[in-house]
């Protein structure tokens, strides 16, 4: 696995070196670098539904993600998901 915890509900994704934390009950934040991405999130149990943007933007530039993190978005919150010991599911925002 990939995934290292750096604290107690935020972990580091080695390969692509985003970091995934904790943002509140309702939202995780995703930090690449000095860049942002906040994610709606649904906890249950043994479960977490993330929305995530239809064309994900930086929130701190709104510049769009890089390609190669955008298509392995998903693979990326996957597996630090499953490091929390919780099954992932998608949703895709409306706007």
Do not use: Y
Not at 12 to 20: A, D, I, M, P, Y
Not at 23 to 51: K, M, P
Not at 72 to 92: M, S, V, Y
């Amino acid at each position: 696995m990939t995934v290292r915890a750096l604290q107690a509900q935020k972990a580091l994704h080695v390969e692509s070196g985003v970091t995934l934390a904790s943002a509140g009950r309702e939202d995780v934040i995703l930090q690449l670098g000095a860049h942002t991405l906040l994610i709606a999130v649904e906890s249950g149990v043994s479960r977490i539904r993330f929305t995530l943007p239809a064309a994900p933007r930086w929130d701190d530039n709104g510049e769009p993600l890089p390609p190669e993190l955008a298509g392995n978005l998903r693979g990326i919150i996957t597996e630090i998901a499953r490091f929390w010991e919780q099954e992932p599911e998608f949703e895709i925002a409306c706007r």
